[in-house]
């Protein structure tokens, strides 16, 4: 596996190119809107030019859920084998992010994502305020470091969306961890800012500017 490779995710759908890697053990996906997307080495396929899959070593620990089945092809196996996250160092101190980037497919599209900058793995839920309440526009869980595009808004829309609130929870699974606060954080994304380029700055999540709002 080296830069330049491409590979599709096993986990989740989507893939791209390989531009670096963390460690030994986190590699760095472009997909094709040009985010670039750290993913363990175990959570992706590298496809050769024949387009044929081949897995990397700790994937080959495979089983058939019926002995009698017919053989497959590798690449037809269910996946039987999950390694634990890799933790990073500096990653047990909870931190999340709220970022706002430019639509790589129309200049009046936002995508709006929530980032896990950590270690622990997050029960995550994005609400917007709607009159005197809020309703519920994203939830899901976040394995540790990695980020979750969870809405693309129209610049027409942003006033919809000018007050957010997140809530985390954060654990680690089959992990002795240190107990960590529940965050509930309100966000306001002024429409203004929208209509500024200074708004959008460069950040360490992202290869396209962003507006980036830390949660915890």
């Known amino acids: 596996m080296k830069t330049g490779d491409k590979v599709r ?7 791209g190119t390989i531009t670096g890697f963390q460690g030994k ?5 472009e997909d094709e809107d040009g985010f670039e997307i750290p993913m363990l080495r175990n959570e992706v396929v590298v496809i050769d030019e024949e387009k044929e899959e081949r897995f990397l070593p700790k994937e080959k620990e495979r089983t058939l859920r019926d002995e009698d089945a017919p053989e497959l092809e590798p690449c037809e196996r269910p996946i039987t084998f999950r390694a634990k996250p890799v933790e990073r160092a500096g990653g047990n101190v909870l931190k999340a992010v709220l970022a706002v980037v430019h639509s790589v497919h129309h200049e009046r599209l936002f995508d709006l994502f929530l980032v896990n900058d950590s270690n622990y ?5 994005l609400l917007r305020r ?4 809020w309703v519920v526009a994203w939830k899901g869980k976040m394995q540790p470091n990695t980020k979750q595009q969870v809405h693309e808004m129209d610049i027409d829309e942003v006033n919809d969306w000018e007050y957010l609130c997140v809530q985390l929870l954060a ?3 089959e992990r002795v961890f240190a ?3 529940v965050v509930s954080t309100e966000v306001r994304l002024q429409p203004i800012r929208y209509t500024k380029e200074s708004t959008f700055q460069r950040s360490p999540f992202f290869n396209l500017p962003a507006w980036v709002e830390e949660l915890c």
């Not at 793995?121 to 839920?125: D, G, H, I, T, V």
């Open 171 to 173: 654990s680690k699974e």
């Open 130 to 133: 709607q009159g005197e309440g």
């Open 121 to 125: 793995e997050l029960q995550a839920q």
């Open 25 to 29: 053990n986190t590699v760095l996906v």
């Open 9 to 15: 995710f096993i986990s989740e759908k989507g893939g």
């Open 179 to 181: 107990l960590q606060p």
